[in-house]
């Protein structure tokens, strides 16, 4: 999959789909200068290799009240495969979480998190992270203004 090439329209394409997921073939075709069929054929190629994961909507946080945002490290006890593939598993299942990733340095992971306030994030470390044998040691940090969050890739 990795062998495959875009070319400047397939960029072109997925560029505008970045910024309106919601674009008809036909709105796509226009801001790309081809036909709508050549532009269902390009959308069906990149989703077919994996170029296109899937089309989401982007919420506001705020109006939601889940606009407390937490980066949250976590270090675990010890670090092997076996317990390496359990934290995992158990962190895909919390709704909580927004983001995991597997990070170098003092810490094992990242975790991001979206919660009304602090008193609902405390609750979450001791009652959901806190149940978690393998974690050794959490260091939190509380987001105070978001200057950028962009789901974008620069292409």
Known sequence: MNDILL??????????LQQNARLTTKELAARVHLSTTPVFERLKRLERNGFIKKY?????????????????????????????????SIIKDIPQVAEC??????YDYLLKIHAPDMKYYNEFILNV???IDSIGSILSTFVMDEIKNTHALYL
């Open 7 to 16: 070319d400047s329209t397939d960029i072109d394409i997925l560029r505008c």
């Open 56 to 88: 989401v909507a982007v919420l506001d946080a705020e109006k939601l009240h889940m606009g407390f945002v937490v980066f949250c490290q976590v270090k675990l006890k010890q670090m092997n495969r076996e317990v390496a593939r359990t934290f995992v």
């Open 101 to 106: 990733y597997n990070i170098s340095g003092e």
């Open 129 to 131: 992270l806190g149940t």
